[in-house]
């Protein structure tokens, strides 16, 4: 496995962590690698529900990006999502006005019109200066949490300069919430089956040991072009969704041993649905296939 080296500028951020790891907290069931050899697990869809989407890696405005986007409107039509996290190289190239325009305003002016809400990270890609737009809804911040419904939590991270100030601010937010649910998402995969990038060893040394402690079920991230669900690590589920407009065909490299399901021959979103202590979700190609489903358990932090 090959990790991405980067010249970051960790400073503190490896401290040592004494904290006990156990592997438990987590229950999933999933689909095969295989879509068509598998049942797919459906959404409850159930009212009162919270549900969401999952979208990196799609800035593009090329013709792919704006018929995924179709089928994410296709799917809202029957699973009222009302709020989309977004994993990161939010925009490829330049970031004029008309550039969000086209990369962004128009492709999802539907779910726009519907009140769809978009949380952004941001990639490697993305210039700073997008956490003042509006409709990414950063409130000016490079990292920041939001708690969408009672119980749920969400954590997003700037990983392309993971400056030691965040690490602490991440470590105070995630022992201060009480919340059931919490769930991270930012651009660059702790784990990795990507042949272009592969696992970022060093983010994982310092993200992982605060995941595990303070009760942290899932995480998503973008920066490699396909989609990848890992298996489970620590008891913690690790998705990949960075085909939203980019695609790195046949990249996923499944000797690695990481790969629960992948999919790296179409763009992909997801769509997850909370109910309780359960977490379902759906990935659909930008033919509308869905390509893996499955269900994951809340898990508690370590003790």
């Not at 651009?187 to 089956?193: K, W």
């Not at 998503?220 to 890992?230: A, D, K």
């Amino acid at each position: 496995m090959r990790a991405r080296r980067r010249s970051l500028a960790f400073g503190l951020l490896l401290w040592s962590m004494a904290i006990g790891c156990r592997n438990g907290g987590v229950e999933e069931t999933a689909a095969a690698q295989a879509p068509s050899q598998a049942a797919v697990v459906q959404l409850p869809n159930t009212d009162g529900s919270f549900k969401f989407g999952v979208l990196g890696d799609f800035g593009t405005g090329d013709r792919p990006q704006y018929e995924l986007a179709a089928q994410m409107d296709k799917v809202h039509t029957r699973f009222r999502y009302d709020t989309v996290i977004l994993v990161g190289d939010n925009l490829y190239g330049s970031e004029r006005p008309q550039d969000f325009r086209k990369k962004f305003e128009i492709p999802y002016k539907p779910l726009l019109d519907a009140g769809v809400k978009f949380y952004a990270s941001l990639g490697n890609h993305d210039a700073r200066e997008q956490r003042y737009y509006k409709l990414f809804n950063m409130e000016g911040k490079l990292y920041y949490s939001f708690s969408p419904q009672a119980d749920i939590r969400f954590f997003a991270l700037e990983s392309t300069y993971p400056e030691p100030e965040q690490i602490q601010w991440l470590e105070k937010e995630l022992s201060a919430s009480g919340s059931k649910w919490k769930i991270a998402f930012f651009h660059h995969p702790l784990y990795s089956s990507g042949e272009r990038h592969g696992s970022d060893i060093r983010l994982r040394t310092v993200l992982e040991p605060l995941f595990v402690k303070y009760g942290v079920s899932v995480v998503f991230t973008g920066h490699e072009h396909f989609y990848e669900r890992v298996k489970p690590q620590m008891g913690i589920t690790y998705f990949i969704a960075g085909s939203g407009g980019q695609l790195r065909r046949g990249n996923i490299d499944r000797s690695t041993g990481l790969t629960a399901s992948g999919f790296d021959t179409d763009r992909a979103f997801m769509v997850v649905e909370i109910v309780g202590d359960d977490m379902y979700f759906n990935t659909i190609s930008r033919t509308g296939d869905t390509v893996d489903s499955g269900m994951i358990r809340r898990r508690e932090p370590a003790r």
